[in-house]
């Protein structure tokens, strides 16, 4: 009996050991899909709506306002206006605040609007600092010097980047992964961590950054010829 008991107790810990352990994993895409991915909110509690893509884009507008910005986008957009990235050496057109799918990147990224704010019923549930872009924890004033610049022309005449023919990964080309010719969030991270486009135990990220994902600095390298 005592030995039962005994086994019991030590597969509970071991179960809790193998939870506590896949946690980190889990944060990290697979490169599988959605559906279990870092964006698959359908089992948290905040999530009303139980579904996987309803927190980002609904089918039908029913008279709300976001689907206006397309792809029939159903999470309310940040307001804030942001310190955008600035330098000397800059070549390409950079525009004066966030444009279209780093705006809806930012929707949650940047701590202003609540995670189940989509559907149009307001919410209450914030994302985690550690999830936010850096430098974006002071919601008054949201500063992007820090990041990679964003919404900025990818200059195909600058000789310091690569030609815009060439592989994105496996997310087809360069130029692919732009939007209407600019670098935005999208450009480095697959949100839906599809196959063939987000590498596995990365930040969803196009292109793996070290030899176990990919070969060292994999992405930067792929735009940038350094
Ligand atoms: C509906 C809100 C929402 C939107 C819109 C959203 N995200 Fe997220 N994202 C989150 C939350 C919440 C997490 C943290 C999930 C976790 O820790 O399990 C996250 C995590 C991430 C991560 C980290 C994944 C990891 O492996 O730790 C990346 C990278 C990311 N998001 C990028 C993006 C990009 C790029 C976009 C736009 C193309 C975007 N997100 C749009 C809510 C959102
Ligand atoms: C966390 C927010 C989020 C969730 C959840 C989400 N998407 Fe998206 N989706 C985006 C963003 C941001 C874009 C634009 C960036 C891009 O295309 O990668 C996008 C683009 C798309 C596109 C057009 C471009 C493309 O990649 O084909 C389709 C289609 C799409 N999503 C379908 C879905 C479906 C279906 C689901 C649910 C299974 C889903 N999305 C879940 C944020 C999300
Ligand atoms: C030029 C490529 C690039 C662009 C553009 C980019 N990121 Fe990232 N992002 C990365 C890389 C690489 C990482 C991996 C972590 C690191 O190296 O700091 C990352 C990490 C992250 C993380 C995880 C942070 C953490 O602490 O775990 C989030 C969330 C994220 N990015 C969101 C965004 C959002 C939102 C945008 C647009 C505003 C964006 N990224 C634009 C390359 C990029
Ligand atoms: C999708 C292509 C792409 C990827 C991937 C990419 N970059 Fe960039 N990066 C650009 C573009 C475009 C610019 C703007 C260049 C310009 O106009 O001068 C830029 C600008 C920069 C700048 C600022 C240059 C300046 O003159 O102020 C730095 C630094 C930089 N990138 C570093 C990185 C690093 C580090 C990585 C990998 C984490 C990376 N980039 C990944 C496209 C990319």
């Known amino acids: 009996m005592r030995h039962i008991k005994r086994s019991a107790f030590f597969l509970t810990l071991l179960a809790a050991v ?74 390409g057109a950079i525009d004066a605040n966030p444009t279209g799918i780093s705006k809806m990147c930012l929707g949650c990224h940047d701590g202003t609007v609540a995670l189940d704010d989509f559907d149009g019923h307001g919410g209450t549930t914030f994302i985690g600092t550690g999830d ?54 999208s450009s480095c991270h697959d949100v839906h961590d599809s196959a063939g486009e987000a590498v596995a135990n990365t930040k969803l990220l196009r292109v793996g950054q070290t030899s176990g994902t990919g070969s060292p600095s994999g992405l930067c390298l792929t735009c940038h010829d350094k």
């Open 18 to 91: 193998l939870f506590a352990a896949s946690l980190p994993v889990l944060a990290n895409g697979n490169g599988n899909g959605i559906t279990g991915s870092p964006h698959d909110f359908s089992g948290d509690g905040w999530n009303s709506s139980g579904e996987i893509c309803r927190v980002c884009h609904a089918p039908h507008d029913q008279g709300r306002t976001t689907g206006l910005v397309g792809l029939l986008w159903n999470h309310t957009l940040s307001t804030a206006t942001y310190t955008m990235y600035s330098s000397s050496t800059l070549d």
């Open 132 to 185: 936010q872009v850096p430098q974006l924890q002071d919601a008054g004033n949201p500063d992007l010097r820090a990041t990679h610049p964003i919404s900025i022309v990818y200059d195909t005449t600058d000789t310091g980047l690569h030609p815009t023919s060439n592989n994105m990964g496996t997310s087809g080309t360069i130029a692919d992964v732009l939007e209407g010719g600019k670098v935005q969030c």
